[in-house]
């Protein structure tokens, strides 16, 4: 997200108002908002997430940027609403993914950035290399069931430790 921005080394994100302030956007804030909302009219819900993600002023520090440099941001913008690619996964990181992918148009010439690239997790090979849980019912149905349930090694049970002196 700060790729070729002038950031500086003690941006705090975790504090918005401040993080503004340093990346100079205070007063324009509240127009990004609106351009995102303007993009996005059918996703409110989703751009208000954006917005209030962490991220957030690290994009409105890009989009002053493509200001400055009198690029059309509106334009670019206009590209979330044809690659809805951000809409795909849990729900609760929604605001994270419309941030990248908002970071990822704006870097893009209008209309012509490629759908973001974003990693694809086999929730099936996740659940294979897992600790912590224990088969599928089609993984049961193809081999023996194993000798011990599907538990981690730490939370394993074993004999009760012997503590003290016997009566």
């Known amino acids: 997200l700060t790729d070729g921005l002038d950031i500086p080394k003690d941006l705090d994100l975790n504090n918005r108002e401040k993080a503004l302030r340093q990346l100079a956007i205070t007063g324009d804030n509240a127009r990004y908002v609106r351009m995102l909302k303007e993009a996005l009219p059918d996703h409110a819900r989703e751009a208000d997430l954006a917005v209030t993600a962490k991220q957030w002023p690290l994009v409105a520090a890009r989009m002053a940027k493509m200001e400055s ?92 430790v012997k503590q003290g002196k016997a009566r």
Do not use: Y
């Open 69 to 160: 440099e009198k690029k059309p941001v509106a334009e670019h913008l206009a590209g979330l609403a044809t690659d809805t690619s951000w809409m795909q996964g849990p729900s609760p990181q929604i605001g994270s993914r419309l941030v990248q992918a908002t970071n990822h148009v704006l870097r893009h010439a209008p209309g012509e950035a490629p759908p973001a690239a974003r990693p694809r997790v086999s929730t099936a090979a996740a659940r294979s290399q897992s600790a912590t849980v224990g088969p599928t019912k089609g993984q049961a149905a193809k081999g023996a069931a194993p000798a011990e349930a599907g538990v981690a090694a730490h939370r394993q049970t074993g004999p009760a």
